[in-house]
């Protein structure tokens, strides 16, 4: 890896994005997947690298071919960095409207 | 249980919002917003300053048991409209995470219901995401001491 890498600078292109779109639903060799954009094929290929060193494209052998497929766990981690946030506000929220509420109470 | 609050944010962006609907009035819910110390029960930390106008202030800050300083944020008022609108700007102190811009805007749903949104927008997408990153499902409380750790590492 020559780059530090991580999910999110992956997933910040939208070509990268339509790549994992792509593949969601079945594995794909790189030609298959260039042939999906106007983009020149060593430009799919870099993009393909990227993926692959986030760990967000696994890598299958198939005879002759590679294909290229999606690796749910790593984009389940995505997902996962809103969540702990979200409970965070959830939690706040909640403590807030429990406040609030005995606070009309008492200045009834 | 299933969460009130939504969060949007979209891959790549330098924003997210937050909605969260109350069972609160729409002047109750903004009342937390303006009293310090709601705020301060709220957010887990204790509230220096508190000015809630245009052109005001504030200061949080959260010591531990031993009196050492583990979170100071501040930031200014831009916009103060009484039961509809707060805008203003947060910022933790020594860490690397910038500054952000906030909207809050208030809505209220019925005579006994209301609605937060809350923009927040940073001063890029990378630093969102890193915010995002912060082990927050730990500790409610930013004091919390392995945020500190990490924030250490961080400097």
């Not at chain 1, 339509?18 to 060593?42: E, S």
């Not at chain 2, 924003?15 to 609907?21: A, G």
């Not at chain 2, 100071?72 to 102190?93: C, D, L, S, W, Y």
Request: with cysteine; hydrophobic share 40%.
């Amino acid at each position: 890896m020559n780059l530090r890498r991580d999910v999110f600078q992956a997933i910040a292109d939208p070509t990268r994005r339509a790549i994992l779109l792509l593949v969601a639903t079945q594995g794909m060799t790189a030609g298959t997947i260039a042939a999906n954009f106007n983009t020149a094929r060593p430009t799919v290929s870099k993009h393909l690298q990227i993926l692959t060193e986030c760990e967000l494209l696994g890598q299958e052998q198939k005879g002759r071919e590679i294909y290229y497929h999606i690796n749910a766990a790593k984009m389940k981690e995505v997902a996962e960095f809103i969540e702990p946030f979200r409970q965070m506000w959830d939690d706040r929220f909640n403590k807030l409207e429990a406040l609030m509420k005995n606070y009309k109470t008492k200045n009834k | 249980m299933e969460l009130k609050t939504n969060i949007t944010a979209v891959d790549g962006k330098q924003e997210l919002v937050i909605t969260r609907e109350f069972d609160l009035p729409v002047d109750l819910l903004f009342k937390a917003f303006e009293d310090p110390e709601i705020v301060a029960q709220v957010m887990g930390t204790k509230v220096l300053k508190f000015e809630c106008k245009k052109h005001g202030s504030y200061q949080f800050e959260t010591t531990d048991g031993k009196g050492n300083v583990v979170f100071r944020a501040n930031g200014v008022i831009h916009g103060f409209v009484p039961n509809q609108k707060i805008i203003r700007t947060f910022e933790m102190e020594n860490t690397p995470f910038g500054v952000q811009l906030e909207v809050y805007t208030f809505e209220p749903q019925t005579n006994q219901t209301s609605r937060l949104n809350m923009h927040v927008i940073y001063e890029s997408a990378a630093q969102r995401d890193q915010i995002l990153k912060l082990p927050f499902a730990q500790g409610i409380n930013f004091a919390h001491n392995r945020l500190q750790e990490i924030m250490n590492k961080l400097k």
